[in-house]
């Protein structure tokens, strides 16, 4: 149950992100819009050190690229990438 409140509270604060940045701002009298991609990796077993650990956010970052932008996906202990996109 630990690990899925840990996912829970990423896939939040990774949605949330999203679409905070995604909110359209003004620079000197412009409005300019961005997105953003995220990629995360969970491995509740700490079997993994802090460069793997980031070679798999990465690795999810580049798959969410890939498939489009503005969304997030997981690394998890079973290696499966899981997201969802934010409207």
């Not at 690990?3 to 990423?10: F, H, L, S």
């Not at 798959?63 to 690394?75: A, C, E, H, P, T």
Request: aromatic share 6%; proline share 1%.
């Amino acid at each position: 149950r630990g690990d899925e409140r840990i996912i829970e509270r990423a896939e939040m604060t990774a949605a949330r992100l999203i679409q905070r940045l995604g909110e359209p701002f003004l620079i000197r009298g412009h409005v300019v819009g961005i997105g953003a991609s995220v990629g995360v990796a969970v491995d509740s077993a700490r079997s993994a050190g802090l460069e793997d650990m980031l070679k798999r956010a990465d690795t999810m970052l580049y798959k969410v690229k890939s498939s489009g932008k503005n969304n997030f996906m997981f690394w998890t202990e079973n290696g499966a990438g899981t997201g969802s996109r934010v409207q």
